[in-house]
């Protein structure tokens, strides 16, 4: 069982910079690789950033340059750096964590067996 708490959404300018955090519980975090996904009303959950449990990382393109996203093993804790927000941005985001399936697609939701609550970014232009 793996139970994910994100934390660090609210309300910011376009332009401006959060930074989301995700704390993972269990013992297996560091053989997991972990998503960011994002739901806006009325929209589909869409992909937004994965980490391989080795730190790889692969960003979806309309946040690539953008975002960053980063893990800490030591803390059970993966981060979303988000910086040159936009309006577009604006979402619940969704921490996620899959085991490592090899060849599969990590940008697809389902590829995910555990999800967090989500965490509200607003960005106001």
């Known amino acids: 069982q793996v139970q994910l708490v994100e934390s660090g959404g609210g309300l910011v300018h376009s332009g401006g910079s959060l930074r989301l955090s995700c704390v993972a519980s269990g013992r297996t975090f560091s053989s997991r690789n972990m998503g960011w996904f994002r739901q806006a009303p009325d929209k589909e959950r869409e992909f937004v950033a994965t980490i391989t449990w080795s730190g790889n990382t692969y960003y979806a393109g309309s946040v690539k340059g953008r975002f960053t996203m980063s893990r800490d093993n030591a803390k059970n804790t993966v981060y979303l750096q988000m910086n040159s927000l936009k309006p577009e941005d604006t979402a619940v985001y969704y921490c996620?964590?899959?085991?490592?399936?090899?060849?599969?697609?990590?940008?697809?939701?389902?590829?995910?067996?555990?999800w967090g609550q989500g965490t509200q970014v607003t960005v106001s232009s």
């Open positions: 996620a964590s899959t085991p490592v399936l090899g060849s599969v697609d990590y940008t697809a939701v389902a590829t995910y067996d555990y």
